[in-house]
């Protein structure tokens, strides 16, 4: 496992605890939310837990891609990719 996130209910807030080797490029996060505005966290790196790297991010609504490619990227269901591809392209 190269990271684990847990989300607080209280002022939503996902804390992801990620392994050297699995961590996030800063620069690369703020030009995914300068791009995507509200479909992309805010993210800030915020501490270390012994080797890990510990990021807060904002929660972002809907479902996350990593659940949904399954069901988009399906034998047969090439419509539900193109849509996705055409949706994604229409934000930015």
Do not use: H, W
């Amino acid at each position: 496992m190269t990271s684990y996130t847990v989300i607080a209910s209280v002022n939503p807030k996902a804390i992801q605890f990620c392994a050297p080797e699995a961590a996030l490029d800063m620069k690369v996060m703020s030009l995914v939310k300068s791009m995507y505005k509200d479909f992309a966290p805010g993210c800030g790196r915020r501490d270390s837990l012994g080797p890990l790297i510990v990021y807060e991010m904002d929660v972002v609504e809907g479902v996350a891609f990593s659940i949904a490619q399954r069901e988009i990227c399906a034998v047969n269901k090439y419509s539900l990719l193109e849509r996705t591809v055409y949706d994604l392209a229409k934000c930015s």
